[in-house]
């Protein structure tokens, strides 16, 4: 369900998504566990994304971050 989500118009790209798709699963509440997946396999509370904002870093790689592969 997720993968369909996030690929939509695209579903040839489904393998660029899915590890948005993996991550969203593992770090949603589930009521039959009572908790996450993650937080139950690691006993901790999943890593946050950061969103990336221009002139963060001071390396000039981190930069380039153009979008196009």
Known sequence: MYLRCLTGDRPRQWLRWLPWAEYIYN???QSAL???PFQLVYGRE???IHSYEP???RVAAGQ???GTR
């Open 27 to 29: 770090t949603a509440f």
């Open 46 to 48: 999943p890593p946050s």
């Open 55 to 57: 002139g963060e870093t």
């Open 34 to 36: 009572n908790t996450t």
């Open 64 to 66: 380039d971050h153009g």
